[in-house]
Structures are given as structure tokens and as C-alpha cells.
Nanobody, 116 residues
Framework: QVQLVESGGGLVQPGGSLRLSCAAS????????MGWYRQAPGKQRELVAA???????NYIDSVKGRFTISRDNAKNTVYLQMNSLKPEDTAVYYC??????????WGQGTQVTVSS
């Protein structure tokens, strides 16, 4: 059974930092593109950052220079370091593992709230 378990969310003040983790079991993430998505209330889920199996990252424009995605294949874990957080970053953040349409998995999500 495949499981992706996110952790590290919480309440942080504007300008603060959080580090999200996504620990995978049941798959070997080294062959997967790993992504972090977010969904704010009333909005569609959007891709925030992804990292290919070869380690190439990409980001949406609104988080470039503030967020960093990384992977530790030995720990079967992917991370999202979020710095200079803004209120508009508030959302539920989801981890995704994608190999092909059949091998596509989601975590349960972790809440990130940026507020003073």
C-alpha cells in the first residue's frame, strides 16, 4: 500500500519559515517526479513546486526565490523549505508522487496558515 505522509505545517507569522516533509512508503521515490501542490479555500489546487527524478526543480513564479524543493532518495522523503512566507501562501499543501497516470499518488495534506 502506497502512503505519502506530509508533516511540518502550522501557523506562522508573515516573513516566517516552515519546512514541509513528505515521507513515502510503498514506492521508491527515486523514479518519481515529486511535487508539492496547494489548495486555498475557494480556489483550485495548484502546483507549487516539483522535482524530477533527475533532481531538476521547477516552481511557480509566486514562490520563486522563497521556496526550495529537495529530495532525499535514501530517506524516501521530499521536502519543501518555505521562507519569507506571505498570507497568500495560506493553503492546504499536498505531496504528489507521479510516474505515469497509473502510478500517481497523493498525501492527505497539511495546513499552512500565514497570519499575524
Amino acid at each position: 500500500q502506497v502512503q505519502l505522509v506530509e508533516s511540518g505545517g502550522g501557523l506562522v507569522q508573515p516573513g516566517g519559515s516552515l519546512r514541509l516533509s513528505c515521507a513515502a512508503s510503498g514506492i521508491i521515490i527515486s523514479i518519481y517526479t515529486m511535487g508539492w501542490y496547494r489548495q486555498a479555500p475557494g480556489k483550485q489546487r495548484e502546483l507549487v513546486a516539483a522535482i524530477t527524478s533527475g533532481g531538476m526543480p521547477n516552481y511557480i513564479d509566486s514562490v520563486k526565490g522563497r521556496f526550495t524543493i529537495s529530495r532525499d532518495n535514501a530517506k524516501n522523503t521530499v521536502y519543501l523549505q518555505m521562507n519569507s512566507l506571505k498570507p497568500e501562501d495560506t493553503a492546504v499543501y499536498y505531496c504528489n508522487a507521479h510516474y505515469d497516470p497509473t502510478n500517481d499518488y497523493w498525501g492527505q495534506g497539511t495546513q499552512v496558515t500565514v497570519s499575524s
